[in-house]
């Protein structure tokens, strides 16, 4: 791939670094990330590229890439940098600005399970598997996908139709608030 300077977009590089708040120049790309990522084998670039992409300051193919949704945040990357780039926290940010910006690749379900998921937690205090797979169902509009899994599941008693929340929901929920006001 050929770089020019009109290419490049040093805000994106900022706000990266910004939101993040890792100097994506710390990377001196040796790979080890890459080389740990448990789930490295499914993405469409490996973390090592793609945050190549931000310190070129590539806006477009660092937010259309699945590697930010596919992130497990298992920290692996991190504990294995030299340089102690917390990479986990960057691919964050890449999903606050993919999303901000609508560069979602349409028909790529990861950032509607991502919004269901942690709208769950909000919601319930804990992962509630039913009301996550329903959501997520509707939402992509296969309704009746995993019903009879659901049901045999209920009937062997490994999935309840009611959560069962943890006492301090409320205590979640606070987290949740906070962290959307600071990230305004």
Not at 116 to 130: D, K, L, Q, S, V
């Amino acid at each position: 791939m050929k770089i020019d300077n009109a290419s490049r977009d040093v805000d994106f590089i900022r706000e990266i670094e910004r939101i993040s708040g890792q100097k994506v120049a710390d990377c001196y790309q040796c790979g080890k990330c890459s080389a740990g990522c448990p789930v490295g084998y499914a993405m469409d670039q490996l973390p090592d590229k793609l945050i190549r992409f931000v310190q070129l300051g590539l806006r477009e193919e660092a937010l259309t890439s699945a590697t930010p949704w596919l992130c497990a945040a298992c920290e692996t990357c991190t504990t294995r940098c030299p340089q102690e780039v917390e990479l986990s926290r960057v691919m964050e940010a890449l999903r606050k600005v993919a999303v901000r910006e609508k560069k979602v690749t349409p028909g790529n379900h990861i950032a509607e399970f991502y919004d269901i998921f942690t709208n769950n937690i909000r919601r319930f205090g804990r992962a509630f598997e039913p009301a996550m797979v329903a959501s997520f169902n509707m939402k992509t509009r296969q309704p009746f996908k995993d019903m009879k899994n659901g049901m045999i599941m209920a009937a062997k008693g490994k999935a309840a139709f009611v959560p069962n929340s943890p006492r301090n929901v409320a205590e979640v929920r606070k987290i949740f608030e906070r962290v959307r006001s600071e990230e305004k």
